[in-house]
């Protein structure tokens, strides 16, 4: 699947908590990267964007409702 725009990193942040998310974003700005930046805030709802985008990179909070820690991981890269 192509990204959104080829020259832009596709990111998707799984991040529940609005502040955070925000934290991240501003750090991403002060890189000076050419980025495109999706937010889920649940893992099932992250889970279902990685099924229909392609994305370049992606941010992981081990801690969202949904999940259950470092299986969290193993959960979304089956």
Known sequence: MPTTDPQKIEILLF???????????????????????????????????????RFDLALLNLNLPDSRDIDTLLTTIK
């Open 15 to 53: 991040e529940d908590n609005g502040v955070d998310a925000d934290l991240v974003i501003k750090h991403l700005d002060l890189s000076k990267l050419d980025f495109n930046i999706c937010i889920a805030t649940r893992l099932a709802e992250g889970i279902e964007q990685l099924k229909t985008r």
